[in-house]
């Protein structure tokens, strides 16, 4: 067994919470690099340590050891650099789950260049944008059937020449990937002098999903991989040399969260399910087969896999769950507990950080709690003056930066100086969510700042009563917004998306607002309720309640 994390932290074990949070300290150097520092460190004292497993739908398979992502990281970094990619340069990766993504991230990080995870669900104008605005030298893509055509079209527009490559795939303009790589050297060294990359350089941006205005570029430092050690090792609880599994495609910033930076930083290898759609069922008997520990999905997949028939599965393998992203409903944390034996664990963070507020190891799960908060971030909650609020009352999530800003927590908004402004002033990153802090030191998150409903005095969280409309059997999905009202301000309206045996009445709806005053305070149900077929969503998924509300305010008017 060997593991690197003892070259970053202080002290690797910890008795409680209490003694975590107060003496956990990360260590580093001022040119420490995720590539040379972990991966290669690995390659040189336990060369056949599995990094990464990795299975698709046509039963392909690939196991690769830590030496071996050294070299094909090497490769790829030599074709970068020959095809004329340098430090400081943007690289756009829309790889889906593709095994080479890992190839590609690791020789970035060795390079200099600055990497850029995005979907492979974008369309034209998110590429073109997202090219234009980061100001993209080279892309890295799957053959998807508008992919390539997309981006070709988005390089007419350009007035510099964009690199493209591509996965195994032989088409005019496009380098391909995996034979080019074939064909360099697998030794690369690290550089020297100016072309050294240095920690505290920008190596990683994320477009945030745009749930509200335009995307931003989340810029974030060669230390934010070391920020999610406490995500690997005292949230998720990966295990030496054991695999973990996070539910995300490669695009989204979960991936990072959970398949690549603290889980291989804490010893486990990776496993990757490379699926053409997402069956649930599908999901957990590749989790079983390959001998997954550790497991970390959105509440929504959890959703899914209680609604399949899995009461008969051996989950003994299988020894914790962590879920990020949203909150976690009741109903949905309780049947898991029936069925697998196990507590989901809830955490929380955003773009613009790692894991902030966590359900750590030795913390018990709290029902509506996200948990406490992590020692990489002094947290504080603030009121509409900026003034720290008191145990039990309502305000905004801001995380200290006085003393300087933390691994994890990013460096800027680029090309966004207003944006940075609105949220970094003051010695303080202001998070733009609300929540409240009980005696115990649990953190209960409210809503986006945005999506607080304000009536007739009351200050209602959108998520609790969601889930309380979810808990409903005819309900699939649901969205709590605000709706204008005269003489109450706002009201709480719900557009529900209902289950396919179920049919929008008058009836129903009576039904769904009593079943919500059962389960939640009676002030909080929704007065309104509108059916559709589904709600708008960004592409990540995640619900745009601001074009609700905008239409809705429209409508109101």
């Not at 049947?335 to 894991?355: M, P, S, V």
């Not at 720290?388 to 933390?406: A, K, Q, S, W």
Request: with cysteine; glycine share 8%.
């Amino acid at each position: 067994m060997t593991s690197v994390i003892g070259d970053f932290v202080e002290r690797v074990e910890f008795n409680s919470y209490e003694d975590f949070f107060k003496n956990f300290k990360l260590k580093f150097n001022d040119d420490f690099n995720f590539g040379f520092d972990v991966v290669d460190k690995y390659a040189e004292i336990d060369p056949d340590k599995i990094a990464l497993i990795w299975v698709n739908d046509d039963d392909e398979e690939h196991t690769f050891t830590f030496k071996e992502m050294k070299e094909y990281s090497n490769r790829t970094v030599n074709l970068l650099k020959r095809i004329g990619v340098k430090k400081g340069d943007k690289v756009m990766l829309t790889l889906k789950n593709r095994y080479e993504w890992w190839f590609c991230m690791v020789a970035l990080h060795k390079l200099g260049a600055i990497a850029i995870p995005a979907t492979h669900m974008l369309k034209l104008h998110d590429i073109d944008f997202r090219i234009k605005q980061g100001d993209v030298t080279a892309v890295i893509t799957v053959e998807e059937d508008t992919l390539l055509p997309d981006y070709e079209e988005a390089e007419k527009g350009l007035d510099w020449d964009l690199k493209k490559l591509v996965i195994e795939t032989d088409r005019d303009g496009w380098i391909n990937f995996n034979k080019a790589i074939k064909e360099e050297s697998p030794v690369y060294e690290r550089p020297a002098g100016d072309e050294n990359p240095m920690a505290d350089e920008v190596f990683l941006i994320y477009f945030t999903s745009g749930t509200s205005g335009l995307p931003k570029m989340v810029a974030h430092k060669h230390t934010y991989a070391l920020g999610h050690i406490p995500t690997a090792k005292y949230w998720q609880n990966v295990v030496e040399d054991g695999v973990h599994h996070t539910a995300s495609d490669t695009g989204w910033g979960k991936a990072v969260w959970g398949n690549i930076y603290g889980q291989w930083i804490a010893g486990t290898a990776i496993f990757i399910y490379d699926y053409v759609r997402f069956n649930g069922i599908k999901l957990l008997e590749k989790i079983i087969e390959n001998k997954v520990d550790t497991f970390c999905a959105p509440p929504t997949v959890y959703r899914f896999l209680i609604k399949e028939n899995i009461a008969g599965y051996d989950f003994s393998n299988l020894k914790y769950v962590a879920t990020a992203g949203e909150p976690l409903p009741p109903e949905v944390s309780e049947r898991f507990y029936d069925i697998a034996g196990l507590r989901i664990k809830e955490g929380f963070g955003q773009t613009e950080t790692t894991l902030s507020i966590g359900t750590f190891i030795w913390v018990d799960a709290k029902v509506g709690s996200i948990g406490k908060p992590s020692p990489l971030y002094k947290l504080e909650l603030h009121d509409e003056e900026d003034n720290p609020v008191e145990i039990g009352d309502e305000g905004e999530l801001c995380f200290d930066i006085r003393d300087g800003i933390p691994p994890g927590l990013f460096k800027e908004y680029v090309k966004d100086p207003v944006k940075q402004a609105e949220q970094v002033h003051d010695g303080f990153y202001h998070c733009g969510d609300t929540a409240w802090v009980d005696e115990d030191g649990y953190v209960h998150f409210v809503g986006r700042n945005d999506d607080i409903i304000k009536s007739s005095g009351y200050r209602i969280g959108p998520y609790e009563v969601e889930s309380a409309v979810l808990s409903h059997e005819a309900v699939r999905h649901c969205a709590i917004t605000a709706y204008p009202d005269d003489v109450r301000g706002q009201i709480v309206k719900a557009t529900i998306v209902l289950q396919p045996d179920f049919e929008p009445s008058d009836s129903l709806t009576k039904d769904i607002q009593n079943h919500v005053k059962r389960v939640t305070a009676p002030y909080k149900y929704p007065r309104m309720v509108e059916y559709a077929d589904s709600l708008p969503e960004t592409i990540s998924g995640k619900t745009r309640r601001v074009e609700i509300r905008e239409n809705d305010q429209k409508k109101f008017n």
